[in-house]
């Protein structure tokens, strides 16, 4: 398990100042559709039962194959949920006085754990763009480091301009530390 | 065709035992990556939970169901006799 006191390689005096997961409205759009795919095989289940094949529930054979296939349905509809939830989870960034670490789970078997010195950040930009991430204050943000062509990418989270600035802060202080 | 209704019960389970491998994977990724602290175990001990209740009450409507009656499709279609 990941301790938040004790990350991996740990520089001395490093402070974390921000840990930072997706926003929130990511998580509820998630959960949302969740209800959705709860609700709607109830609301099929009604219109079939009340219009189309009544004796569904009392059929020797067609009861037992309903049984079984609103159990499948709801376990399995279920354990996606469950990944679902651990995908928003367990994609983290972390923001450390020295470093920033990027935490990213990639479907059921990847996983990526990268990091970037501040001292090596070069430009950090903020982007909001659409209806809802406007509306609801989330974005990404883009760490483009020296040398590297591939960019540090902060997906959806909260306030992306407060974290730029939180960012360029930090790089400031530690360039300047970097040079005296 | 005749056969035992519980052919559907086995093809139950063996969907069953896919379900019970990607729950382990769940919840193994969960206690492996996930951070030390009261959501992470609140959110593995969510799941359990439901998951015991999903298949405790499937177990109930399952177990009322006779499962050695034996089931009839396409009738005698397989035995039909033509004449030309």
């Known amino acids: 398990m990941l301790l938040l006191y004790r990350l991996s390689g740990k520089l001395p005096d490093e402070k974390i ?5 997706r926003d929130a409205f990511i998580l509820i759009k998630k959960i949302l559709f969740f209800i959705l795919l709860l609700v709607l095989p109830l609301v099929l289940f009604y219109i079939v039962v009340t219009s189309i094949y009544p004796g569904i529930l009392y059929g020797q054979i067609s009861y037992p194959i309903f049984v ?15 990944f ?12 450390t006085n020295e470093r920033i670490i990027n935490i990213e789970q990639k479907g059921f078997f990847a996983r990526i754990v990268s990091e970037q010195r501040l001292s090596r950040i070069q430009d950090v930009t903020s982007e909001v763009e659409g209806f809802f991430p406007t509306i609801f204050k989330y974005g990404n943000v883009y760490v483009q480091t020296a040398g590297a062509k591939e960019r540090f990418f902060f997906h959806e989270i909260s306030n992306p301009d407060q974290v730029r600035n939180i960012i ?7 360039k300047a530390a970097h040079h005296t | ?20 491998v990607f729950s382990f994977i769940a919840v193994y990724h969960m206690l492996k990556f996930g951070f030390l602290n009261f959501t992470t175990f609140f959110t593995v001990f969510v799941y359990i ?6 298949l405790a009450i499937s177990y109930k409507y399952l177990s009322q169901i006779d499962w050695q009656m034996n089931v009839t499709i396409f009738g005698d279609l397989f035995n039909l006799e033509f004449s030309f």
Do not use: H, Q
């Not at chain 2, 939970?49 to 999903?54: D, G, K």
């Open chain 1, 68 to 82: 079984l296939i609103v159990s499948f349905y709801y376990l399995f509809l279920w354990v996606f949920f469950f």
């Open chain 2, 49 to 54: 939970a439901i998951s015991f209740l999903m």
């Open chain 1, 168 to 174: 360029i802060k930090l790089v400031e202080k530690s």
């Open chain 1, 84 to 95: 679902s939830f651990i995908d928003y989870y367990l994609d983290v960034w972390i923001i």
């Open chain 1, 17 to 21: 100042i921000k840990v930072l997961r």
């Open chain 2, 1 to 20: 065709m005749t056969f035992p209704l519980y052919i559907f019960l086995i093809i139950y389970f063996v969907f069953l035992l896919g379900w019970l």
